[in-house]
T-cell receptor
Framework: DAGITQSPRHKVTETGTPVTLRCHQT?????MYWYRQDPGHGLRLIHY???????DKGEVSDGYSVSRSKTEDFLLTLESATSSQTSVYFC????????????FGPGTRLTVT | SQQGEEDPQALSIQEGENATMNCSYK?????LQWYRQNSGRGLVHLIL?????REKHSGRLRVTLDTSKKSSSLLITASRAADTASYFC???????????FGKGTLLTVNP
């Protein structure tokens, strides 16, 4: 988890409220990713970023938006949280070239009641 | 949809035994990666094998790749209780920077 932090680590919120999760990296990596992990589904990509202000959708992007105004920060927003968005959210980073492994943050456990 | 699928879903062995996990995928790849996840933690990269490689070693890990069968295997030799974790394969579908993960194999190593 070195070099990647996520905040908050745990959050309980009510249906219909907006929620923003933050991912912060100190590695200066170009690529940043948001995944959700659910039992029976494994890890699924929500959105990713390939540079400041450059983002694209992943496999399960409906109901989520992202922003990246600085290299080090990647925000995931649930505009109006639903119970189906209860999950564990992981941020990951990746270098632009060479090795293509990703490095993961510690995760945020989100519960929508 | 999931690109990689691990098999078995769960595996329980005794300390000292070898553990083998398999991954099958559907489309062409540039490389395939294996990750470990301890309970309640983020994923940790273990090993990457490129599409032109057939076998790779890292410590007690051995990974094989058969692109003709679109499959890979991860072998952990002389397993330890600390190897207890979920193991995921991830494929890039040719993109290099975007990965698709399987659902994972839960490995339990009993002392």
């Amino acid at each position: 988890d070195a070099g990647i932090t996520q905040s908050p680590r745990h959050k309980v919120t009510e249906t219909g409220t907006p929620v923003t999760l933050r991912c912060h990296q100190t590695e200066n990596h170009r690529y940043m990713y948001w995944y959700r992990q659910d039992p029976g589904h494994g890890l699924r990509l929500i959105h990713y970023s390939y540079g400041v202000k450059d983002t694209d959708k992943g496999e399960v992007s409906d109901g989520y938006s992202v922003s990246r105004s600085k290299t080090e920060d990647f925000l995931l927003t649930l505009e109006s949280a639903t119970s189906s968005q209860t999950s564990v959210y992981f941020c990951a980073i990746g270098a632009a070239s060479g090795a293509y492994e990703q490095y993961f943050g510690p995760g945020t456990r989100l519960t929508v009641t | 949809s999931q690109q990689g699928e691990e098999d078995p879903q769960a595996l329980s062995i005794q300390e000292g035994e070898n553990a083998t996990m398999n991954c099958s995928y559907k489309t062409s790849i540039n490389n395939l990666q294996w990750y470990r996840q301890n309970s309640g933690r983020g994923l940790v990269h273990l090993i990457l094998i490129r599409s032109n490689e057939r076998e790779k070693h890292s410590g007690r890990l051995r990974v094989t790749l058969d692109t003709s069968k679109k499959s890979s295997s991860l072998l952990i030799t002389a397993s330890r209780a600390a190897d207890t974790a979920s193991y995921f394969c991830a494929t890039d579908g040719g993109s290099n920077y975007k990965l698709t993960f399987g659902k994972g194999t839960l490995l339990t190593v009993n002392p």
